[in-house]
């Protein structure tokens, strides 16, 4: 119970920081009249909000994950390499739980949570904004479209 409270509160905060410090407002300066970039959602947000976001989600396995994550003998059995090979997980079960990032063990993984290892091995983490596009897609759901 205090693992799961304590994952929600985790992920209440990374989504609450993310949208803070992405939310500048407008500024208040009349010589900035240019929009601050980092306060535009990206194309794969905005994919991720209207529940078609898998194929953003696929770039960002196929750019960091499917090195490990496929070919013949997947580590862990994980094949990121297609939505029906994510979506069938690995030896120890499913990796997406549909509408519940915090409890998917691919999150769990991105973060290195729960007495997952921290995914990617030997590399530094996805940006966050990369994680936010995949809790975002499993939190509407997991779609393939």
Sequence with gaps: ?????FLIAVGFLVV????SSNDQGPSTTA???????????TDSTKTTASGTGYTAVQAIFTQ???GCHG?????GGIDLT???????????????KA?????SVLIQALHGTNGKKQMP???????ADQIKTIEGWIQSGAKQS
Excluded: W
């Design 1 to 5: 119970m205090r693992k799961t409270a």
């Design 16 to 19: 609450v920081g993310c949208q």
């Design 31 to 41: 010589t900035n009249a240019q929009p601050n970039p980092t306060s535009q959602p």
């Design 64 to 66: 960091n994950c499917v």
């Design 71 to 75: 070919g013949q003998k997947p580590k």
């Design 82 to 96: 297609s939505y029906a090979t994510v979506m069938k997980g690995g030896e120890e079960g499913p990796i997406v």
């Design 99 to 103: 509408g519940d990032p915090a409890n």
């Design 121 to 127: 091995m030997k590399r530094p983490p996805l940006p």
